[in-house]
């Protein structure tokens, strides 16, 4: 499948079949998240691949909609860490959530690309996500990605141009209209 159409077929799926992930394809669905670009690319991002049903459960206690989780065959858990973040976008935020968020994007690109389901939670306690995985100070979590092969039809969710703005209403050339 090639970039756009994985673009174009990915949908939020929030059930999963109870079938394993084979490793060959979660590598390549990590490979893609590694892969990311990042502000002078400082890859401030690490991430915790969870496939211990007695982790995830606690993890998924952790999540406001965590049912999700707990069934995930994978949850990949997206960190940012403080000390590799001295870029600031514009001189006013931190570029870390820019940069785990393109990693982030490109696991679930390639995560349907591969006939894999994902989904982007971001609805989670921060301090009991940490306590379950272990995590030390300075490094935070900002995505719980659970993975693997949808249960549902048409890999759940709605069509990504369904509800969509038109062109008109985001794009502008040379100058801001709005």
Request: glycine share 6%.
């Amino acid at each position: 499948m090639d970039l756009l159409e994985a673009i174009r077929s990915y949908r939020p799926c929030r059930q999963f079949q109870a079938k394993p992930v084979p490793p060959e394809k979660l590598k390549n669905v990590l490979a893609a998240a590694r892969l990311a670009p990042s502000q002078n690319n400082l890859q401030p991002w690490r991430f915790v691949v969870v496939q211990d049903d007695e982790v995830k459960r606690r993890l998924a206690q952790a999540c406001v909609r965590g049912k999700v989780v707990a069934e995930a065959p994978v949850v990949v858990v997206a960190f940012s860490v403080e000390e590799d973040i001295p870029v600031t976008v514009g001189g006013y935020i931190s570029a870390y959530p820019l940069d785990v968020a393109a990693a982030v994007q490109n696991l679930q690109l390639a995560a349907t690309a591969e006939g894999l389901g994902s989904a982007w939670m971001v609805d989670f306690h921060e301090d009991k996500v940490r306590s379950v995985l272990g995590v030390p100070e300075g490094i935070h979590p900002l995505a719980i990605v659970p993975v693997g092969f949808s249960a549902e039809p048409n890999g759940g969710g709605r069509p990504p141009s369904e509800g969509r703005k038109s062109p008109d209403e985001i794009i502008a050339y040379n100058a801001y209209p709005w």
